[in-house]
């Protein structure tokens, strides 16, 4: 199975432009409680960022403006993605080795996280990341 899932919203635009509502509750996309939203923009030219994994969050990622593309590693399977569609959004699950490279000048990357920050939550060594992977499984 591919590590690229996304969670679609729908866009109630009309003749005056888009509008999304991510909707906490009752029919929501997300397949998590939302407790965190941040996001990313003016990333500086030429920088990646990432380049961790998490032991418990899950996430979902939309890129509302702009571009940049994803890497997903699993620590078997490596797969990239292009993030461009406002009403699309990247399920990032626990376990799972993010990168973000190629960002556009107006990117801006709107992510909405199912616990709250949490330094602990981080494996930012990849070793150690593979270490654990295959002690998991
Ligand atoms: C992820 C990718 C997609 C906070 O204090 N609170 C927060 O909620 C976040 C997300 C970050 N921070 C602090 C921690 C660092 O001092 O902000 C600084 C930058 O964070 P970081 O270097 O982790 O940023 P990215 O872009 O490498 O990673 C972020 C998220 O941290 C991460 O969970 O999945 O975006």
């Given at each position: 199975?591919?590590?690229?899932?996304?969670?679609d919203?729908?866009?109630?635009?009309?003749?005056?432009?888009?509008?999304?509502?991510?909707?906490?509750?009752?029919?929501?996309?997300?397949?998590?409680?939302?407790?965190?939203?941040?996001?990313?923009?003016?990333?500086?030219?030429?920088?990646?960022?990432?380049?961790?994994?998490?032991?418990?969050?899950?996430?979902?990622?939309?890129?509302?403006?702009?571009?940049?593309?994803?890497?997903?590693?699993?620590?078997k399977?490596?797969?990239?993605?292009?993030?461009?569609?406002?009403?699309?959004?990247l399920?990032?699950?626990?376990?799972?080795?993010?990168?973000?490279?190629?960002?556009?000048?107006?990117?801006?990357?709107?992510?909405?996280?199912?616990?709250?920050?949490?330094?602990?939550?981080?494996?930012?060594?990849?070793?150690?990341?593979?270490?654990?992977?295959?002690?998991?499984?």
């Amino acid at each position: 199975m591919s590590l690229i899932q996304w969670v679609d919203f729908q866009s109630l635009g009309d003749h005056r432009g888009q509008l999304v509502a991510l909707e906490i509750g009752y029919e929501q996309a997300v397949p998590f409680d939302i407790k965190r939203v941040y996001y990313i923009y003016h990333t500086a030219p030429g920088v990646s960022r990432g380049f961790h994994a998490h032991k418990k969050l899950k996430q979902v990622a939309i890129c509302i403006s702009g571009s940049c593309r994803m890497v997903l590693d699993d620590g078997k399977v490596r797969e990239s993605v292009e993030m461009n569609v406002p009403t699309r959004g990247l399920l990032i699950d626990s376990l799972m080795w993010r990168e973000m490279h190629d960002f556009s000048d107006d990117c801006v990357l709107i992510v909405l996280a199912s616990e709250h920050y949490d330094e602990s939550d981080y494996i930012r060594e990849y070793n150690a990341f593979r270490e654990l992977i295959k002690n998991e499984t």
